[in-house]
T-cell receptor
């Protein structure tokens, strides 16, 4: 069974640009959650999508948005990038959401 | 004060030792408690999850939850060098309408098992 796939693995962007990250969950999983991981703040929840609907949202500005497609694949978009957005972005998939979640390898975003 | 507190370590132990990793939390609504292991440059890997108070054992790993004290622990018996990683605790609330609420993570404890 294939795991969670995130693309791309690495990205370098310039301040002010926007970026889109992709996550393909485990087959059959309908819930996809996104997290930002930084050395100072640890893992912080961004949002969760379930069956194409955003079900939960963390405390991030509106520049961070996402969506989920009918095949459960999800994308996350960050607009007007800031230096502080440099982080490892992780997605996690689960069948129903929450406890038994499986993470991808992450996308490491560097904003210069 | 953070909702979930976890000592960042690093924690260094000799091979074969029993390791105790702990988290405290302030939100009494948390119902699900998870432990993840994260190797460098990898995504977190789910080790165990428990619901409410009690113990759960899986091989060399035992998870304990004490809701009255708002304290959870992960014990690793016969620790191995391959256990060297960062261990993250996580907690969530489940509601009928919203599914699982956001999962809140501790900052992680870095463990090094020395051969």
């Amino acid at each position: 069974k294939a795991g969670v796939t995130q693309t791309p693995r690495y990205l370098i962007k310039t301040r002010g640009q926007q970026v889109t990250l992709s996550c393909s969950p485990i087959s059959g999983h309908r819930s996809v959650s996104w997290y930002q991981q930084t050395p100072g703040q640890g893992l912080q929840f961004l949002f969760e999508y379930f069956s194409e609907t955003q079900r939960n949202k963390g405390n991030f500005p509106g520049r961070f948005s996402g969506r989920q497609f009918s095949n459960s694949r999800s994308e996350m978009n960050v607009s007007t990038l800031e230096l502080g957005d440099s982080a490892l972005y992780l997605c996690a998939s689960s069948s129903q959401g929450g406890a038994e979640a499986f993470f991808g390898q992450g996308t490491r975003l560097t904003v210069v | 004060q953070k909702e979930v507190e976890q000592d960042p370590g690093p924690l260094s132990v000799p091979e074969g030792a029993i390791v105790s990793l702990n988290c405290t939390y302030s939100n009494s609504a948390f119902q699900y408690f998870m432990w993840y292991r994260q190797y460098s440059r990898k995504g977190p890997e789910l080790l165990m999850y428990t619901y409410s108070s009690g113990n759960k054992e899986d091989g060399r790993f035992t998870a304990q939850v004490d809701k009255s004290s708002k304290y959870i622990s992960l014990f690793i018996r016969d620790s191995q060098p391959s256990d060297s990683a960062t261990y993250l605790c996580a907690m969530s609330v489940h509601t009928d309408s919203g599914g699982y609420q956001k999962v809140t993570f501790g900052t992680g404890t870095k463990l090094q098992v020395i051969p």
